[in-house]
């Protein structure tokens, strides 16, 4: 009896041992992964402090007015961030406008419609769009694209449209180029986040409102858009964030000049094209600072985006938690 207890005992003891190096393994495991993603808060937080100490002494000199004045003249030392900032937002709600509905008819075609021997090359092939360099679209954008839209699109739209938007003459380069270009480059990327989620509706859903004689456009908008509205959201915004940063394509068609216009079709600039523009070549008294301004006014709309996006996230899943 006495030799068993002391069995027992040590059984315990061995267990009580390998409990609290378990324990141990878990605390450290919990230690390191929350430590990569305080790096990631860190890092967040330390790009933000620097852009607002760099930006300070353009802050400082032009107050608010830094935000909406239309000036910007490296010669006199007088910088304000409007026409970046509207050639940003404006290019990135072109390419959204123009994106969106062509992802979206992909991403049902590749789900619906596609043969089934065609589905994964098509899919891979759009896929593939979202690996080439921003370079390449800004040459193609340059010497291909901007002469069609020179000869073809802007006159007609011109004749139709006019004034205020859509004045001559055409340039061809211009803040409409460089939307319709963002537009190309966001397309793969919403449409690759619909289609994924698109796949995601049970095939059971689909295949009683088909049985009950609903169209397949009664099925996309009554089970298959509801079903995937958190999804469809989050890419659509995925792409926003694209088409919000990006550098050396939009640099290449937008026409880089620093002068305020209704009219689309005129030479304007965005945020990301004027860093790349003068940030080599700017002034350290002021230049760089108001440079710094820029960069941190793109940081806060991309996180305004982001905001949103998650807000309108949760508010769909709250209304498919309702329902």
Same mark, same amino acid.
């Given at each position: 009896?006495?030799?068993?207890?002391?069995?027992?005992?040590?059984?315990?003891?061995?267990?009580?041992?390998?409990?609290?190096?378990?324990?141990?393994?878990?605390?450290?495991?919990?230690?390191?992964?929350?430590?990569?993603?305080?790096?990631?808060?860190?890092?967040?937080?330390?790009?933000?402090?620097?852009?607002?100490?760099?930006?300070?002494?353009?802050?400082?000199?032009?107050?608010?007015?830094?935000?909406?004045?239309?000036?910007?003249?490296?010669?006199?030392?007088?910088?304000?961030?409007?026409?970046?900032?509207?050639?940003?937002?404006?290019?990135?709600? #072109?390419? /959204? &406008?123009? @994106? *969106? $509905?062509?992802?979206?008819?992909?991403?049902?075609? =590749?789900?619906?419609?596609? %043969?089934?021997?065609?589905?994964?090359?098509?899919?891979?092939? #759009?896929? /593939? &769009?979202? @690996? *080439? $360099?921003?370079?390449?679209?800004?040459?193609?954008? =340059?010497?291909?694209?901007? %002469?069609?839209?020179?000869?073809?699109?802007?006159?007609?739209? #011109?004749?139709? &449209?006019?004034?205020?938007?859509?004045?001559?003459?055409?340039?061809?380069?211009?803040?409409?180029?460089?939307?319709?270009?963002?537009?190309?480059?966001?397309?793969?990327? #919403?449409?690759?986040?619909?289609?994924?989620?698109?796949?995601?509706?049970?095939?059971?859903?689909?295949?009683?409102?088909?049985?009950?004689?609903?169209?397949?456009?009664?099925?996309?908008?009554?089970?298959?858009?509801?079903?995937?509205?958190?999804?469809?959201?989050?890419?659509?915004?995925?792409?926003?964030?694209?088409?919000?940063?990006?550098?050396?394509?939009?640099?290449?068609?937008?026409?880089?000049?620093?002068?305020?216009?209704?009219?689309?079709?005129?030479?304007?600039?965005?945020?990301?094209?004027?860093?790349?523009?003068?940030?080599?070549?700017?002034?350290?008294?002021?230049?760089?600072?108001?440079?710094?301004?820029?960069?941190?006014?793109?940081?806060?709309?991309?996180?305004?985006?982001?905001?949103?996006?998650?807000?309108?996230?949760?508010?769909?899943?709250?209304?498919?938690?309702?329902?």
């Amino acid at each position: 009896m006495i030799e068993s207890n002391e069995t027992v005992a040590q059984a315990m003891q061995r267990q009580a041992a390998k409990s609290a190096t378990f324990l141990k393994q878990d605390r450290l495991f919990a230690g390191i992964t929350f430590g990569f993603a305080a790096l990631v808060l860190l890092t967040l937080f330390g790009i933000l402090v620097s852009l607002v100490v760099q930006a300070w002494p353009a802050f400082n000199e032009f107050g608010l007015s830094f935000f909406y004045s239309t000036t910007w003249s490296p010669t006199d030392d007088n910088f304000g961030a409007g026409i970046a900032i509207w050639g940003t937002v404006i290019t990135s709600l #072109i390419a /959204l &406008l123009v @994106g *969106v $509905p062509i992802s979206f008819g992909i991403a049902m075609f =590749l789900t619906e419609s596609c %043969p089934v021997w065609l589905r994964r090359p098509l899919g891979t092939a #759009i896929e /593939l &769009l979202a @690996g *080439v $360099p921003s370079i390449i679209y800004g040459f193609w954008g =340059l010497f291909i694209f901007a %002469p069609i839209v020179q000869d073809y699109i802007q006159p007609w739209m #011109i004749s139709w &449209l006019g004034d205020p938007f859509f004045a001559g003459p055409p340039l061809g380069l211009g803040i409409f180029t460089a939307g319709l270009v963002l537009a190309l480059m966001v397309i793969p990327f #919403i449409a690759s986040v619909m289609r994924d989620v698109f796949e995601t509706v049970p095939s059971v859903l689909k295949e009683s409102a088909y049985g009950i004689g609903c169209t397949r456009w009664e099925v996309v908008k009554n089970i298959v858009l509801p079903y995937t509205r958190v999804g469809v959201i989050g890419g659509i915004m995925l792409g926003l964030g694209r088409a919000l940063g990006e550098t050396m394509a939009v640099t290449f068609v937008i026409g880089n000049a620093n002068r305020f216009s209704m009219n689309l079709f005129a030479p304007g600039n965005s945020i990301a094209s004027t860093l790349a523009n003068e940030f080599a070549e700017a002034d350290p008294t002021m230049h760089i600072p108001a440079l710094f301004g820029l960069g941190l006014i793109l940081f806060i709309i991309t996180f305004v985006v982001l905001s949103i996006s998650e807000w309108l996230i949760k508010q769909g899943e709250k209304k498919a938690g309702g329902k």
